[in-house]
């Protein structure tokens, strides 16, 4: 009949709501299956070929590659490295990072709850490496941990008639160096994340700590510490993740990418060399799936253990 | 504002597990399946009638395109003296011309997508496998070239106007595919000015090079050796040179082939041996941890006498060279009297690798290339304007030449016959990779030279052992 409105059941509303909701969520999960998706996929596929990248019908090998990763030295010493970072990088950055943040924030010695004198001017300067590209770091760092006399480090030791120390030529400090650096570029950002985390914990509690007649140190952990702790736990995830990503700062800094003598090398750089270098690009995607499984063991095991209780306020 | 803070945090929690989503591996996703099915049912390639002119018979209307790294040579000799020489005798054919600093990274998608270039320049860093390229049949034969006429004189061929060590350089898998164009003589390297200056000599025996570093070392005036200790291989290159010295070219060779026992020979031993002496005693402080660069500077501000390196390095430092540093070098020195490589022997090898891709749209016109580069006037106009030898044959005679690439030059045709090299680091890049980190270890003085060759005789028997890694002798 003309002129009946056709009824407007909620079945009809449903419908048009899961269309508007589908209209906005096919192009982002389309391109995240094309781009993210895809990828992964195809590197379970080639870490079953013995494809050396430039033939058009790679042979199938089942799991050979992974037999032989087994027996590979010097990928296992890359996990040791990153299972070293994944240990010691979230621990060292988040302990200097709250240390600065709580100067900036709360460690000051004048009345009241504030930063030392000068805490927007170093809130600046610490934000700095962060800014820089890490090639960028990686090279400037070369030349500050530099074994003569133009390195920064070493050279008003040769002026002193001291031995220069080897930074990064010396395989038994070679790690920690790499190490420092890392921590060196991260602790910036998060000085400013607890920062920002910290600003936003009631002045009050500080106050009435300190009429209780609390010293900076219980402020430090009585208070802010756990007030803080969901911010710090993301912290901790994202520098986890950064342990297990590392690249950039190894492959360019050291010797022989990742040494002297596999000194520094990560599971990455080791796909990489692999890769691109060696040219078997089914091996290296066969450790590209053993990194894979490891990040997403730390992804559960990080989840697991974030699960706590929050302090509301 | 009691009410938000938690938001925030809600946010952050969840930008959090967003990260979590996207994990480390980026490596993986930069890889691209390779187009399966394809290979082999290509359409053949063009042809042209076959004339004296034309001996190949390339197409003469079909366009074809050059790649070239553009690295320590950079590209300027293929745009001004191959690709003229080319077009002056092939007016019609179109020369696309490319340069790149990554090779690998240009062409792999194109090799892997089935459209390549016809001529590459498969060199630098960034070059792609030779090995993974011959496994694949990528590469076209050359065999032909060799065959063809040569471009100054029909009645001579190709084959006869190169170095016989470029042909088999160029061999893999007993057919010759690779044009190995440029010739490299190593040597230990130093500054005429400076030895003159101090009335120190160029070292004849082994006795008389420690006796050399010593007096150096006494003298205050520099130190007496270096080498690019980030780059151990510019230390075992000259190791391994001393191993053939003492105990003839088959200690290259075993190595090469990857026989068992090959790095425990007694030269081996004995020429390392030799080397870590140098390294504990004279080498230039700090020396580990420079690059090549550093310690060649080191060397043009006469902070240190001598380093050893390859024929290239006038042309890398000319730049930073003083204008009298008088750029010389001098082989290798005897070890003792019963060497089994008179004094005089060099490590020289043509290098700067050029193929013709076989699955490409037009592989006679990069051979033909090839032909007009391994002339006369091809070669030499390279050699004066890029500062290196060729591999043809007295293409650098009447040219004018650099005073480093001069005594270069004198060394190698010195040596005569008696000329050495080694091809692992080509066909087996890992155990290039493991060689140098274990020389390194070496001349730092961590690793001695029985751990030092049972450590690589064990990458190399792990090689040996690997089906996937192509296997190559000599």
């Known amino acids: 009949m003309s002129g009946t409105a056709r009824p407007a059941g909620p079945n009809r509303v449903a419908f048009a709501r899961a269309r508007f909701i589908a209209g906005f969520l096919a192009l982002p999960v389309l391109l995240y299956l094309i781009y993210v998706i895809s990828p992964y996929a195809q590197a379970f596929h080639i870490a079953m070929t013995n494809w050396r990248g430039v033939s058009a019908s790679p042979a199938f090998v089942g799991l050979e590659n992974f037999r032989r990763l087994l027996g590979d030295g010097v990928f296992w010493t890359a996990v040791g490295h990153n ?8 621990v060292l950055t988040i302990a200097i990072a709250l240390f600065f943040a709580f100067l900036l924030n709360a460690g000051g010695s004048g009345g009241g709850v504030s930063g030392v004198a000068g805490s927007r001017f170093y809130r600046v300067i610490f934000f700095f490496p962060q800014v820089l590209a890490v090639a960028i770091v990686a090279v400037l760092f070369q030349q500050v941990l530099r074994p003569d006399r133009s390195g920064m480090l070493n050279g008003p030791l040769i002026a002193l008639g001291l031995r220069p120390v080897g930074f990064l030529s010396d395989p038994r400090l070679a790690f920690w160096s790499i190490l420092a650096v890392l921590v060196w570029q991260a602790v910036g950002f998060y000085v400013v994340l607890f920062s920002a985390g910290m600003a936003s914990i009631p002045r009050e509690m500080y106050e009435a700590a300190q009429i209780d007649g609390a010293g900076r140190a219980q402020m430090f952990f009585r208070v802010t510490l756990p007030l803080l702790w969901d911010t710090v736990q993301v912290g901790w995830i994202y520098l986890g993740i950064a342990a297990l990503d590392v690249f950039a700062i190894v492959w360019v800094m050291t010797a022989e990418h990742g040494g002297p003598d596999h000194s520094t090398t990560v599971m990455a750089a080791e796909i990489y060399r692999n890769a691109f270098q ?7 995607s066969a450790m590209g799936v053993v990194l ?3 990040t997403v063991a730390f992804a559960v095991a990080a989840l697991r253990l974030s699960r706590r209780e929050r302090i509301e306020f | 504002m009691a009410d938000h803070p938690l938001s925030r945090r809600e946010l952050l929690r969840s930008a959090a597990l967003a990260g979590l989503l996207l994990p480390a ?26 004339t004296a002119a034309n001996p190949l018979g390339i197409a003469e209307d079909r366009p074809f395109e050059v790649v070239i790294f553009d690295g320590g040579y950079g590209d300027a000799y293929a745009r001004t003296i191959h690709e003229p020489l080319f077009t002056g005798k092939h007016g019609k054919v179109q020369i696309k011309h490319t340069a790149t600093k990554e090779i690998a990274k240009t062409l792999q998608p194109r090799f892997a997508g089935g459209n390549p270039p016809e001529f590459i320049n498969n060199s630098g860093d960034n070059a792609m496998d030779f090995g993974a390229l011959a496994q694949d049949g990528q590469l076209q034969d050359l065999t032909e070239l060799l065959d063809a006429p040569s471009w100054d004189d029909p009645n001579v061929k190709v084959r006869d106007t190169i170095l016989p060590s470029a042909v088999e350089l160029g061999t893999y898998d007993g057919k010759y595919c690779v044009l190995e164009y440029a010739n490299t003589v190593w040597g230990i390297w130093y500054s005429k000015k400076l030895f003159d200056d101090n009335g120190w000599q160029v070292p004849k025996t082994w006795d008389e090079f420690t006796a050399l570093c010593e007096k150096i070392k006494k003298s205050g005036e520099c130190a007496p050796f270096t080498y690019a200790g980030k780059h151990p291989f510019y230390i075992y290159e000259t190791i391994l040179t001393l191993a053939a010295k003492i105990g003839g070219v088959d200690v290259l060779k075993n190595i090469d082939n990857l026989q068992p026992g090959a790095w425990k020979a007694g030269a081996v031993a004995t020429a390392a041996g030799a080397f870590a002496e140098i390294g504990a005693k004279y080498l230039m402080e700090g020396t580990e941890g420079l690059d090549h660069i550093q310690t060649q500077t080191a060397h043009n501000k006469y902070q240190v006498a001598m380093l050893p390196c390859g024929s290239w390095l006038e042309n890398e430092q000319k730049d930073s060279t003083p204008e009298d540093f008088g750029y010389a070098m001098f082989p290798l020195p005897s070890f003792s009297g019963s060497d089994a490589l008179p004094y005089g022997t060099v490590h020289s090898r043509p290098g700067e690798e050029y193929f013709v891709a076989a699955k490409s749209a037009n592989p006679r016109a990069g051979m033909e290339y090839m032909r007009a580069m391994l002339s006369k006037e091809g070669a030499g106009k390279f050699s004066e304007l890029v500062s290196a030898l060729t591999v043809v044959k007295g293409a650098a005679e009447g040219r004018t030449l ?10 190698l045709s010195q040596a005569g016959t008696n000329v050495t090299y080694f091809r692992f680091r080509q066909w087996y890049k890992e155990l290039h990779d493991e060689v140098a980190a274990a020389t390194g270890q070496l001349m730092a003085g961590r690793l001695k030279v029985d751990a030092w060759a049972d450590r690589i005789q064990k990458k190399s028997d792990e090689i040996k052992d690997d089906s996937s890694v192509k296997k190559f002798t000599r």
Request: with cysteine; aromatic share 12%; charged share 5%.
């Open chain 2, 25 to 50: 591996a980026g490596a993986l996703s930069a890889c691209a399946s390779p187009a399966g099915g394809g290979g082999g049912a290509a359409s053949p390639a063009p042809t042209g009638p076959k």
């Open chain 1, 83 to 90: 299972g070293l970072l994944l240990l010691l990088l979230p």
């Open chain 1, 292 to 294: 894979f499984f490891f």
């Open chain 2, 402 to 411: 650099t005073p480093g690439l001069e005594s270069a030059a004198g060394a």
């Open chain 1, 278 to 284: 060696y040219f078997k690009f089914g091996y290296a």
